[in-house]
T-cell receptor, first 113, second 113 residues
Framework: DVKVTQSSRYLVKRTGEKVFLECVQDMDHENMFWYRQDPGLGLRLIYFSYDVKMKEKGDIPEGYSVSREKKERFSLILESASTNQTSMYLC????????????FGQGTRLTVV | AQKITQTQPGMFVQEKEAVTLDCTYDTSDPSYGLFWYKQPSSGEMIFLIYQGSYDQQNATEGRYSLNFQKARKSANLVISASQLGDSAMYFCAMSYTGNQFYFGTGTSLTVIP
């Protein structure tokens, strides 16, 4: 069974902390994504990566960075967490072909206090 | 510009009835794929159905079917014989190459016993 695994289901962090959200996929997919989900706004793309060490900004990259040192792992970094980054974060991966779906992790609900 | 539009924030349907969730999209590219995902309250995104822009027939997967009207740029999801377990958020998405997925804002479906 294919799997995308996010390191935490729930996280509570303090304002100003550096936060790491980790994501691992076991499908040998080229593409990996980080989305942010907020009520009424749907899923918004933060960053995506189409290869190791390669990354592209999505629609809302401000305040975030990413790292992809190995094909199976894609990390989202909040350099200095702020309360407006309280949200649900979803990691996904895909094969990179038009007809193939994206596979999602279980999501990380981050609260910044 | 918004590529995927879901105009129904919330929908109610009686158990065992059919329901249609609307999705319109905006693209000038002739080659694209359309996807529907279900997100239960637990948070995971579950892939339901796929329709390619060149597919002549509407996609079907069990109780799910996709009413694809290319000229109108619509890709509505039809759920037949609704069940209580169908209560969830539903997202429509579009992809050109599998390298990026554009999501709508979602529709919350509630199935009433």
């Amino acid at each position: 069974d294919v799997k995308v695994t996010q390191s935490s289901r729930y996280l509570v962090k303090r304002t100003g902390e550096k936060v790491f959200l980790e994501c691992v996929q076991d499908m040998d997919h080229e593409n990996m994504f980080w989305y942010r989900q907020d009520p009424g706004l749907g899923l918004r793309l933060i960053y995506f990566s189409y290869d190791v060490k390669m990354k592209e900004k999505g629609d809302i990259p401000e305040g975030y960075s990413v790292s992809r040192e190995k094909k199976e792992r894609f990390s989202l970094i909040l350099e200095s967490a702020s309360t407006n980054q309280t949200s649900m974060y979803l990691c996904a991966s895909s094969l990179g072909r038009r007809s193939t779906e994206a596979f999602f992790g279980q999501g990380t609900r981050l609260t910044v206090v | 510009a918004q590529k995927i539009t879901q105009t129904q924030p919330g929908m109610f349907v009686q158990e065992k009835e059919a329901v249609t969730l609307d999705c319109t999209y905006d693209t000038s590219d002739p080659s694209y794929g359309l996807f529907w995902y279900k997100q239960p309250s637990s948070g995971e995104m579950i892939f339901l159905i796929y329709q390619g822009s060149y597919d002549q027939q509407n996609a079907t997967e069990g109780r799910y079917s996709l009413n694809f009207q290319k000229a109108r740029k619509s890709a509505n999801l039809v759920i037949s014989a609704s069940q209580l377990g169908d209560s969830a958020m539903y997202f429509c998405a579009m992809s050109y190459t599998g390298n990026q997925f554009y999501f709508g804002t979602g529709t919350s479906l509630t199935v009433i016993p």
